[in-house]
């Protein structure tokens, strides 16, 4: 956690609490999940994705931001203040970025797809997931890690990634992508092709063409 970390979480929270007081507030710098369990509605907050490629001046991390509402997430935004990109979906009403709406990629060949991934801190789940990588890159075009699963979600979101997975992530790292992606046409579930929610274990965006095809791969 960086100094940044907690200012911006601190600007959020404060302009949040003004608009919404009654709504809860989850914060990856102050993590109460049981308000998880106890509210219908809440916001889910990250305030820096990406902390090590923006300690290290890595200029690849995001604010993202969303709200969920009876279960289901209803809003998401995202912002990249170093490209000034603005990613964000309703729920029904599609996904933008800025004022232009986006669609995920219409590649149907795994062969010619750029694919993303990303890898946690536990040992035991970075040597699994490096098994994954290891499978897919050889039938991939290429295959990025950038370190931030809530842009890599947008960046399937508009086409410049065809799918994107990766394991243990948190609900606040991914709960307004989903929505991004899904709003965008793309296809999102568990590693064998299961419903996925924000609070699983597993997660595999795709632009929907070439989801069979990582499935296979992700469960061999």
């Known amino acids: 956690v960086t100094d940044g970390d907690i200012e ?12 919404t007081p009654s709504i809860p507030i989850i914060s990856k710098e102050t993590v109460d999940l049981k308000k ?3 509210s219908k509605n809440f916001w889910l907050v990250d305030p820096i994705d ?19 509402y009876k279960g289901q997430i ?15 979906a309703r729920r029904g009403r599609g996904a933008f970025l800025n004022s232009r709406k986006i669609f995920v990629s219409g590649r149907d060949l795994l062969t010619d797809s750029l694919l993303c991934t990303g890898f946690s801190y536990d040992v035991e789940e970075i040597k699994e997931n490096l098994e994954l ?4 890159i050889l039938h991939a075009r290429a295959v990025r890690r950038d370190g931030s699963a809530a842009l890599d979600l947008c960046y399937v979101a508009c086409g410049r990634f065809d799918g994107f997975w990766e394991l ?4 606040w790292d991914v709960a307004a992508g989903t929505l991004i992606v899904s709003e965008a046409g793309g296809l999102l579930t568990n590693f064998n092709g299961t419903d996925c929610t924000i609070y699983g274990q597993q997660i595999l ?6 989801h069979r095809d990582l499935i296979q791969l992700l469960t061999a």
């Open 36 to 38: 998880i369990n106890k």
């Open 205 to 210: 965006a795709t632009n929907g063409r070439i």
């Open 74 to 88: 209803v809003l998401g935004v995202i912002y990249d203040p170093i490209t000034e990109e603005l990613f964000s």
């Open 168 to 171: 243990s992530l948190q609900p």
């Open 8 to 19: 911006v979480d601190n600007l959020l929270r404060n302009k949040i609490q003004n608009l």
């Open 50 to 68: 990406g902390t090590t490629n923006y300690a290290h001046g890595y200029r690849f991390f995001c604010v993202s931001i969303a709200v969920e």
């Open 133 to 136: 990588f290891n499978r897919i």
